[in-house]
């Protein structure tokens, strides 16, 4: 069964996960706030590493080749997902647990971060079921000595 559809899902979301990360990091209220360089090269890493995977196959099997890209993939992309995660949880904890006198565009940069982070999440969810593949039946040959 092809999963074609799962890598183009996992780049596309991948690629609406860093847009939002760049746009909420740079404009509205965490504008001047730093930029991780950690969440953008993970991700343009994670990018080269998922891009060239169809050439990588073998016979409709993954080859190993294919296998430590898509494994590469996705450490790179938790990692993208888990340091802009944890880079919003001090503004989540401003909006939801302390609502007193918080500026509106706290709420919207926490809005938008929520869907950044969901995109990560849907790519990584995306990377997993693109590569993992099949369990393949056991095959048991007649001279086992096993009599049936």
Do not use: H
């Amino acid at each position: 069964m092809e999963r074609k559809g799962s890598l183009w899902t996992a780049l596309v979301c991948s690629v609406a996960g860093l847009a939002i990360y760049l746009a909420s990091s740079m404009t509205g209220y965490l504008a001047g706030k730093g930029l991780s360089a950690v969440v953008i090269v993970c991700t343009l890493l994670a990018w080269v590493c998922l891009a060239p995977v169809e050439l990588a196959r073998l016979d409709g099997e993954q080859s190993v080749v294919a296998s430590m890209r898509s494994l590469a993939a996705e450490v790179l992309l938790l990692i993208a997902f888990a340091v802009f995660a944890m880079s919003r949880v001090r503004l989540a904890a401003d909006v939801y647990f302390i609502p007193v006198n918080y500026p509106p565009s706290e709420q919207t940069a926490l809005n938008w971060s929520i869907l950044g982070v969901a995109g990560y999440a849907v790519a990584i969810v995306a990377v997993i079921v693109r590569f993992c593949g099949e369990p393949r039946p056991l095959a048991i040959s007649a001279g086992s000595g096993s009599k049936v």
